[in-house]
């Protein structure tokens, strides 16, 4: 079905261009259809955070000299991005089982790497209106939040990473049951463990080894520091891209998993 | 145009096709009949890419379909038995996204999708939603969607299953007239009608297996020319004659001799399939 690139020609050029449009356009003019639904369902859990958390906390902070809401906004926007890019998985999901629009993709000469980047890109799409919605939140709130080119980059590659696996879990599953015990089990919990709402400093050794393993908690790193204007390490980049390239790969290999 | 040798498929224990070999030529409608479960839809699944093959070898338009499945691919056409289109997206929108799967240029893609969807009689819906259309006209746009990149085979997985009388009729129309226009067809389906009526071939297959090939008028000679019906234990039991003097003869005695029902009529293509796949009633 959705091979490997068989040699560099014009042909494959060309249909892998075209692939990658065609599967990036059925996923944005689906996401055009919804827009307006899709925009309320992902502003409500940060609101959500943002209210119930920044009350509960009031003068809480971690941050010497900022508010816990300065210290919350760029892990909402790492929890965001992650969520709205690993929710690409939920419609390939329903394309794969329940309208079966997938075999169109399989039944067509398009190869892995089209279908793949095209799925990304669509996820990565996703989280950036899922970001854009939580920097108007902030705005509106007067929540103190610094744009720069390291929070976008970090937003980017956070989603990039989170799409790549959502599409590679996507693959390996064999029914919607599957895949929301995925949710379960992968991505609540990062949600959560990944220093979104707390500093992982504030965590037992052991268990900041293990956090420092998630993506999740460099990328709510990396989007922190540069909220705040701090430094950016490189070290948060480094893995983030890093988790990106072995999603997408593992991504790449397991399309083919999804014939009979 | 398509080849298949020895071709199998196992799932886990079970053997869905026990090595099926059959050669289908250039523009020819050839019918796969079958019961569900037979392999027919295997059979299609593993010719446009959408299931593995586990054993044996097919080619398409000269394409072996593993050593380059892509342009094996880029040849066929494809409507699968269930509705596999967008709901959520356009008729327009459906027809557009298939034919940038296959490297269609924008001016060809608008062209083909006004064309086509006037074809099927869907050209004023082209703009409305596919969650508007009846089970019929999905149908018709399946249909209208596979032959969007003009593909030289056209495979039809039981393309009228579930569809009410009328617009079997009209589906069967259009598959005959995009036969006339050179395509070559390779149809699935369980209803013998269906494949008396479009095929100049038609295979039974059953339980993975191929147990006659054949056009249907020579399929249905096998058997004989007249059958007389009886009613038994096991249902309605068929007696096959080549000469309409000895079935009427039979016929007569078989009311002379016991109570019932005896029908006498020209055989069908249903009376070959079930005598050369061993499903008629034992004898009595």
């Not at chain 1, 958390?53 to 816990?68: D, K, N, V």
């Not at chain 1, 929070?151 to 599409?167: H, I, M, P, R, Y």
């Not at chain 1, 919607?176 to 500093?199: E, K, N, R």
């Not at chain 1, 790193?221 to 948060?236: F, H």
Request: net charge neutral; with cysteine.
């Amino acid at each position: 079905m959705l091979n490997g690139w068989n040699g560099w020609n014009v042909w494959n050029v060309w249909n892998g261009w075209n692939g990658f449009v065609a599967v990036y356009l059925r996923e944005t003019r689906l996401l055009r259809r919804r827009f307006f639904r899709h925009l309320a369902s992902m502003m409500v859990p940060p609101l959500l955070y943002l209210v119930a958390f920044g009350t509960a906390m009031g003068s809480h902070s971690p941050l010497p000299g900022r508010s816990y809401l300065e210290f919350l906004l760029p892990g909402l926007v790492a929890m965001t991005s992650m969520t709205q890019a690993y929710g690409i998985a939920g419609e390939i999901n329903v394309a794969r089982f329940y309208l079966h629009v997938f075999e169109e993709f399989q039944a067509s000469p398009i190869g892995s790497a089209a279908y793949v980047l095209g799925e990304v890109c669509a996820g990565v799409t996703r989280a950036a209106l899922g970001v854009a919605a939580i920097l108007a939140i902030a705005f509106v709130f007067s929540i103190g939040v610094r744009v720069d080119a390291c929070l976008l980059l970090a937003a980017a590659l956070n989603a990039a990473a989170f799409a790549s696996l959502g599409v590679f879990l996507a693959m390996i599953v064999k029914s919607h049951a599957d895949q929301a015990l995925l949710v379960s089990f992968v991505i609540t919990p990062m949600s959560f463990l990944g220093g979104t709402l707390f500093p992982v400093e504030n965590l037992p050794g052991w268990a900041q080894t293990l956090v420092y393993l998630l993506p999740l908690t460099h990328a709510a790193d990396a989007l922190r520091r540069a909220s705040l204007g701090l430094p950016a390490d490189p070290a948060n980049f480094a893995l983030l891209a890093a988790a990106t390239a072995l999603f997408f790969i593992l991504a790449l290999s397991s399309v083919d998993h999804a014939r009979d | 145009m398509i080849v298949l040798e020895e071709l199998q498929k196992r799932y886990g224990e079970r053997l869905a096709l026990a090595g099926v070999s059959l050669h289908v030529q250039p523009g020819e409608l050839f019918a796969y009949l079958g019961p569900n479960g037979a392999g027919k839809s295997t059979t299609i699944r593993i010719l446009a890419g959408l299931t593995r093959l586990s054993g044996g070898r097919a080619v398409i338009g000269g394409v072996d379909i593993e050593a380059d499945p892509r342009a094996a691919r880029r040849q066929c056409g494809l409507v699968v038995q269930h509705a596999n289109v967008d709901n959520e997206l356009s008729l327009a929108d459906n027809m557009d996204i298939h034919g940038r799967l296959f490297g269609m240029p924008a001016d060809e893609r608008a062209r083909q999708t006004r064309e086509l969807l006037a074809y099927v009689d869907l050209g004023e819906r082209r703009g409305q939603r596919v969650a508007t259309l009846s089970g019929g006209m999905k149908r018709r746009l399946m249909i209208a969607r596979a032959l969007m990149h003009r593909p030289k085979v056209l495979f039809l997985d039981e393309p009228t299953a579930g569809l009410d009388a009328d617009i079997r009729r009209r589906l069967w129309g259009l598959i005959k007239s995009i036969q006339a226009d050179g395509a070559t067809i390779f149809l699935s389906t369980h209803y013998i009608e269906e494949a008396e009526f479009l095929a100049d071939r038609v295979a039974f297959l059953d339980a993975g297996r191929l147990r006659a090939l054949d056009t249907p008028a020579a399929l249905k000679t096998r058997v004989g020319e007249w059958a007389v019906d009886r009613p038994s234990q096991d249902g309605l039991r068929s007696d096959y004659f080549s000469d309409h003097g000895a079935a009427k003869y039979a016929a007569n005695h078989a009311a002379s001799v016991s109570s019932g029902a005896f029908t006498l009529r020209r055989v069908s293509l249903e009376d070959a399939f079930l005598r050369m796949t061993g499903k008629e009633p034992p004898p009595c």
